[in-house]
């Protein structure tokens, strides 16, 4: 069964503290895979798509990275506005366009 | 540019109600989508439709019907309440799969209680 697992499932930094957030999958035939952002009582918010092992993308104080089996998305010098749930999600081959999302990563930033 | 609109935001039905949940978008996507999210569960695949006229079941359809008469909008509907669909709801749309930009864009979400 195709499963995406997310860890840790909350995380506390203070401001400076850098960390990676983990994406672990097991699915048969990954065409993608998804980082969002979602902020409380707000819709998930696209941040990245990576498609093949050893891809690297970047935005501002994010950068995620996608191996066979798990993506990470470091986060350097954290500031408090990056306070929010993170998603990860799959996009399989032969799945037509439908995402399956883990359960997110809370990540609280404080000063 | 509005993206997508989801109404109503918020609802309170009583168990046997029904209601239409209505999504918008103005991206000219092919693709909907309609999750619902829940505490410890993640977003999971409702119903949805990779064009005009055309649906399909999700993850966890029962309970739940869509049409999709416009490019433009995805509706979903409950036909008779309960307790069990008290959720969040988010509508997303995006283009087709074919295509490198694939992700999907998410409209704010609309907060279900049926008591």
């Known amino acids: 069964e195709d499963q995406v697992t997310q860890s840790p499932e909350a995380l506390r930094l203070q401001e400076g503290e850098s960390s990676s957030l983990n994406c672990s999958y097991t699915?048969?035939?990954?065409?993608?895979l998804f980082w969002y952002r979602q902020d409380p009582g707000k819709g998930p918010e696209f941040l990245f798509t990576l498609y093949s092992a050893g891809e690297e993308k970047e935005k501002e104080r994010l950068k995620a990275t996608l191996t066979k089996k798990e993506s990470f998305l470091h986060i350097t010098a954290p500031k408090p506005e990056d306070s929010a749930t993170y998603l990860c999600a799959v996009l399989l081959e032969g799945g037509g366009n439908k995402l399956t999302f883990g359960t997110g990563t809370q990540l609280k930033v404080e000063l | 540019n509005a993206g997508v609109t989801q109404t109503p935001k918020f609802r309170v039905l009583k168990t046997g109600q029904s209601m239409t949940l209505l999504c918008a978008q103005d991206?000219?996507?092919?693709?909907m989508y309609w999750y619902r999210q829940d505490p410890g569960m993640g977003l999971r695949l409702i119903h949805y439709?990779?064009?005009?006229?055309?649906?399909a079941k999700g993850e966890v359809p029962d309970g739940y019907n869509v049409s999709r008469l416009k490019k433009q909008n995805f509706l979903l509907g409950l036909e008779s309440a309960a307790p069990s669909q008290t959720s969040v709801y988010f509508c997303a749309s995006s283009y087709p799969p074919k295509l490198m930009n694939t992700e999907a864009f998410f409209g704010q979400g609309t907060r279900l209680t049926v008591v």
């Open positions: 991206m000219n996507h092919e693709y």
């Open positions: 439709s990779v064009g005009e006229g055309t649906t």
């Open positions: 699915v048969s035939g990954l065409r993608g």
